[in-house]
C-alpha cells in the first residue's frame, strides 16, 4: 500500500510560478510510474484530467497539451518524491492537483483509471 501527500500548493499570480511536491511512503517508489492530475472548481465526478506523467525512472515523460512548454515533472527515487514545476501559469490553471502512482504497462498512460493509488491534493489557484 502506497500513501501519498502533496504539497506546495497556493495562491499565485497569473504568470507566476509554483512547485508542488508529492511525497511517497509505505511501497517501492521506485517501481512506481507516477502522474500529476488535476481537478478544476465546479467539476464533478471521479475522473480527474490528466496533467502529466513520468515512468518508473524518469527516463519517459509526457504531458496535456494543455500545460506543454509550462509544466515539468520530474522525480528522486532517493527521496521517493515527484514534483511538478508549474510555471507562466494562468488563471485556467486553477484546480485541485493530485498526484498518482500506478504499476505495470503501458509505462506512460493519461487514464487516471490505471491509477492504482491517490494523493489527498493541494490547491492551486491562480489569480488574474
Known amino acids: 500500500q502506497v500513501q501519498l501527500v502533496e504539497s506546495g500548493g497556493g495562491l499565485v499570480q497569473a504568470g507566476g510560478s509554483l512547485r508542488l511536491s508529492c511525497a511517497a511512503s509505505?511501497?517501492?517508489?521506485?517501481?512506481?510510474?507516477m502522474g500529476w492530475f488535476r481537478q478544476a472548481p465546479g467539476k464533478t465526478g471521479r475522473e480527474h484530467e490528466f496533467?502529466?506523467?513520468?515512468?518508473?525512472?524518469?527516463?519517459?515523460?509526457n504531458y496535456a497539451d494543455s500545460v506543454k512548454g509550462r509544466f515539468t515533472i520530474s522525480r528522486d527515487n532517493a527521496k521517493n518524491t515527484v514534483y511538478l514545476q508549474m510555471s507562466a501559469l494562468k488563471p485556467a490553471d486553477t484546480a485541485v492537483y493530485y498526484c498518482?502512482?500506478?504499476?505495470?504497462?503501458?509505462?506512460?498512460?493519461?487514464?487516471?483509471?490505471?491509477?492504482?493509488?491517490w494523493g489527498q491534493g493541494t490547491q492551486v489557484t491562480v489569480s488574474s
Open positions: 498518482a502512482a500506478r504499476s505495470g504497462y503501458p509505462l506512460l498512460s493519461a487514464n487516471g483509471l490505471l491509477y492504482n493509488y
Open positions: 509505505g511501497g517501492t517508489f521506485s517501481s512506481y510510474a
Open positions: 496533467v502529466a506523467g513520468i515512468t518508473w525512472n524518469g527516463g519517459l515523460t
